[in-house]
């Protein structure tokens, strides 16, 4: 069964930094696709930021140049550096990892809380 599970959440004022971390078990094999979503209360999840199996990534408008989002493939893992923080980045984070349109996989989500 394969697991996702996040981990680096926490409080931080603006301007500070973090780095999220997400860890896959259950499976030997890379995901296709890994990326960060987010969800503030009231709002829809949204992307953050992706990464493919060869590297390139991409990222939202609202994250562009203040979020670093990279994988480990040997390990399996997905991490997320978050720089000068805002408190419009204040969101529940989830790791996300797919290998094809019918077999998708999310963490469970950690908390980030940026004060003003």
């Known amino acids: 069964q394969v697991q996702l599970v996040e981990s680096g959440g926490g409080l931080v004022q603006a301007g500070g930094s973090l780095r999220l971390s997400c860890a896959a078990s259950?499976?030997?094999?890379?995901?296709?696709?890994m990326a960060w979503y987010r969800q503030a209360p009231g709002n829809q999840r949204e992307m953050v930021a992706a990464i493919s199996s060869g590297g390139s990534t991409s990222y939202s408008d609202s994250v562009e140049g203040r979020f670093t989002i990279s994988r480990d493939n040997a390990k399996n893992t997905l991490a997320l550096q978050m720089n000068d923080l805002k408190p419009e980045d204040t969101a529940v984070y989830y790791c996300?990892?797919?290998?094809?349109?019918?077999?998708?996989?999310w963490g469970q989500g950690t908390q980030v809380t940026v004060s003003s």
């Open positions: 996300y990892g797919k290998y094809n349109i019918y077999n998708t996989y």
């Open positions: 259950g499976t030997t094999r890379s995901f296709n696709t």
